[in-house]
């Protein structure tokens, strides 16, 4: 499996636990990994998230992209909490962001308001059109 195909492309990764995470990832080499966490190894990353090449069952290129309005990636930040979501907004992937709103729109996580008002804070310069419209509906 050659990992460096896949990056700047949306794909679905299935890991060894049955997992399944979408996403616009980047690929990672090893000695990028090694220098940055200690770990010798390919990855591909969607978000903060590492895949690394042996935790990696399948992946697909989303030729269409997403597949649903959020996913397990999207859940697993948003029920972390306030720090994880902020991080995960940083990244400037508009896709991913409309995404994590989307989930927070859905979810009945704890300080639900605060994180909202936290968000909406973040992203008041943001111009992307999907994220102003997601923003008014939260």
């Keep these: 499996m050659k990992l460096s195909k896949y990056d700047n492309k949306c794909v679905r ?7 399944e995470y979408e996403g616009n990832c980047i690929f990672n080499c090893r000695e990028y990994n090694e220098h940055e966490i200690g770990r010798n190894e390919e990855s591909l990353q969607i978000l903060n998230y ?9 992946i697909t290129i989303l030729e269409n992209g997403f597949t649903d309005d959020y996913g397990l990636l ?15 907004i940083e990244y400037e992937d508009d896709e991913h962001t409309c995404r994590i709103i989307k989930c927070i729109k859905d979810s009945n996580i704890n300080n639900k308001e605060e994180i ?20 008014r509906e939260l």
Aim: proline content about 0%; glycine content about 2%; aromatic content about 8%.
């Design 74 to 88: 999207e859940e697993e930040i948003v029920s972390e909490g306030l720090d994880d979501i902020i991080d995960a």
């Design 50 to 58: 590492l895949f690394f090449k042996s935790d990696i069952k399948k």
């Design 116 to 135: 909202i008002n936290r968000i909406k804070d973040l992203l008041k310069n943001n111009k992307d059109e999907k994220i102003i419209n997601e923003l």
């Design 13 to 19: 990764i299935l890991d060894y636990w049955n997992h």
